[in-house]
Nanobody, 124 residues
Framework: QVHLVESGGGLVQAGGSLRLSCAAS????????MAWFRQAPGKEREFVSW????????YYADSVKGRFTTSRDNSKNTEYLQMNSLKPEDTAVYYC?????????????????WGQGTQVTVSS
């Protein structure tokens, strides 16, 4: 069982940066691949990024590639999403998710645990 709590969301101007964190409970955090998804009002939840158990492999949606960076610190049971050059279209609720498998999956149905989400709003 893994309990996930996101933090770090907020209001930022276009071009700005935010760093999201996802704190996980449990002693087996390093056994889960982690991902970030986001959901804007009236839209489907979409994949943002994925990171492997060890943090050595990452994968990004084309829409955020080169602007967002995901990382993790297994000693702190925490995953991060550094978001730079933010755009108004990045506005959404951001969710972290955990999957007990080390294969990159970009669909939400492939994940076992979810956080409650954190709001990111980018003003133009």
């Amino acid at each position: 069982q893994v309990h996930l709590v996101e933090s770090g969301g907020g209001l930022v101007q276009a071009g700005g940066s935010l760093r999201l964190s996802c704190a996980a409970s449990g002693r087996t955090f390093g056994s889960y691949a982690m991902a970030w998804f986001r959901q804007a009002p009236g839209k489907e939840r979409e994949f943002v990024s994925w990171i492997s158990w060890s943090g050595t492999s990452t994968y990004y949606a084309d829409s955020v590639k080169g602007r967002f960076t995901t990382s993790r610190d297994n000693s702190k049971n925490t995953e991060y999403l550094q978001m730079n050059s933010l755009k108004p279209e990045d506005t959404a609720v951001y969710y972290c998710a955990a999957r007990y498998s080390n294969q990159p999956v970009t669909t939400s149905v492939g994940y076992d645990y979810w956080g409650q989400g954190t709001q990111v709003t980018v003003s133009s």
